[in-house]
Structures are given as C-alpha cells and as structure tokens.
C-alpha cells in the first residue's frame, strides 16, 4: 500500500513539471494577476490574455492546483475591492509590474 502511495506521489509530482516550462508557481501568479485585472475598484483591464494562458494550462493541473487559482483569483479581487487608499496604490504596483507578461498591457 505504502508503495502504491509513493508511486502515485511520484507520477503527479513529474507531471507537475511537464508544463511546458510555466511552473505551479507561474500559474497561481497569473491567477492572482487576473483577479487583480478584473477589479473594478482598481480598473477593470481586458483579462483575454490572462483567461486564455489559464485556460490553456489550466488543462494541465492537478485539481488541487486548480482550486488554489481559483482561491488566488477571489482572494485578489475581494483584496482589491475593499482596498483603501494607501493599499490600492500597492496592489496596483504589484499589478502594473508582476502581471504585465500575463495580460499583455491592454486596458479596457
């Protein structure tokens, strides 16, 4: 039984890797940067691009990667949504400088 375990482990962990080099890491970062981007209270930008490398990677996760991007999205927006000031301005920096390559700098 223990070896079944470890052999399962094993299995998920190399097609954790296989990902075309976009690492675990990568997606929940652009997952995060899509929730940031969809928020109206720091200016809803086009998610197009983001949407579509989630998507497309996303066919590669494991279920519990999936629902920790999903996690990171709602967290992010409900982080935006109630933002005063002084956070607003952070989450935009972070915004403008960690999800530049995710949603391709267009704004809606």
Excluded: P
Aim: glycine fraction near 8%.
């Amino acid at each position: 039984m223990k070896v079944l375990i470890i052999a399962t482990v094993a299995v998920a962990s190399f097609a954790g890797v296989a990902h075309a080099g976009v690492s675990n890491f990568q997606y929940l970062e652009a997952a995060r940067c899509r929730g940031l981007a969809a928020s109206e209270n720091l200016g809803k930008l086009d998610t197009a691009a983001v949407d579509t490398f989630l998507r497309t990677e996303g066919a590669t996760r494991t279920l519990a990667v999936k629902t920790s991007a999903m996690n990171k999205m709602s967290s992010a927006e409900k982080d935006a949504a109630s933002a005063d000031a002084e956070k607003k301005a952070k989450l935009l920096a972070e915004r403008e400088s960690s999800c530049g390559a995710y949603l391709g700098g267009g704004a809606k």
